[in-house]
């Protein structure tokens, strides 16, 4: 589970109330978010060969978490990589980074 904090700050107009707040500690990668997704997707359906019955046809077994984990994690790793590469995933500047603005055109007046 990620790390989230509860609090409840008194309300600033009514003394008597509070608000309750949830602030999330924790935020998952592109990578996680993708891995979360297909161990979503896979979690029932995934098989792995295990074996033939008596018919000579091939048994599958659901997989292990682990594999469900350790494939989920490989795959998003990959499309991650993979979108960087491709330039289709873009950084946008962080806050604290001063945001340069054009100024705006001169008008004739200020000529």
Request: proline share 7%; hydrophobic share 35%.
């Amino acid at each position: 589970m990620l790390e989230s904090q509860v609090y409840a700050p008194k309300d600033e107009w009514d003394e008597n109330r509070r608000n309750v707040k949830v602030w999330n500690r924790e935020h998952p990668e592109i990578e996680a978010k993708i891995a979360f997704s297909l161990v979503e997707r896979w979690g029932l359906v995934a098989g792995v060969p295990d074996g033939e019955d008596s018919a000579g046809r091939q048994k599958l077994r659901l997989a292990t978490n682990q594999e469900l984990v350790d494939r989920a994690c490989n795959v998003a790793a990959l499309l991650v990589n993979r979108c960087r590469s491709n330039d289709w995933i873009h950084v946008s500047p962080s806050m604290i980074q001063p945001v340069v603005v054009t100024p705006p055109p001169e008008t004739e007046e200020e000529q």
